[in-house]
């Protein structure tokens, strides 16, 4: 299990700077920083759930102002394109057909929901990804809203085991 003193250690504005590459909400952030000394990793992924709930709809929109499209490359000066390149490689964007879907699945979200839609790419392959956004397109404005955040959060403690220690 990976263990927290490190991120303990570290001067508050660069725990600060490490945890915005993960969730790009200064709130969420500074809440967790506030928080530390963390004994144990459970404590710190649960305090970043915890800051999480909270995520106003302006702090939404600047944090998926950070990925990509699913299926569309990082761009490095708007995205955290090192994250996002990886944890969507298992997409084959050289798949033509896969590539048609997942472009008119996210107009679909974008019209549906007026975000950009975000899944934890990571350990899944293209096929996985399209199904989740499929399914989630017949979600209500709520459900989506809850689950886009929990998306983010499942990134934000993925890149977090690989930033913070």
Not at 104 to 125: C, K, M, T
């Amino acid at each position: 299990m990976t263990d927290p003193r490190a991120f303990n250690e570290l001067a508050a504005y660069e725990a600060r700077a490490r945890l915005l590459t993960c969730l790009d909400v200064p709130r969420w952030a500074h809440q967790v920083v506030a928080g530390r000394q963390y004994a144990e990793w459970s404590g710190l992924e649960a305090a970043m759930r915890s800051a999480a709930l909270t995520i106003t709809d302006e702090e939404l929109t600047l944090a998926l102002a950070r990925h990509p499209r699913i299926g569309e490359r990082a761009d490095a000066d708007r995205h955290e394109a090192t994250h996002s390149e990886r944890e969507q490689s298992a997409i084959d964007r050289s798949d033509e057909e896969l590539a048609r879907a997942l472009l008119e699945g996210n107009r679909a979200y974008e019209e549906r929901f007026g975000r950009v839609f975000i899944i934890r790419a990571a350990g899944r392959d293209g096929q996985q990804v399209l199904d989740q956004l499929r399914i989630r397109l017949t979600n209500t404005d709520e459900q989506e809203r809850a689950e886009t955040i929990e998306q983010l959060v499942q990134i934000a403690l993925l890149r977090a085991k690989e930033v913070l220690v």
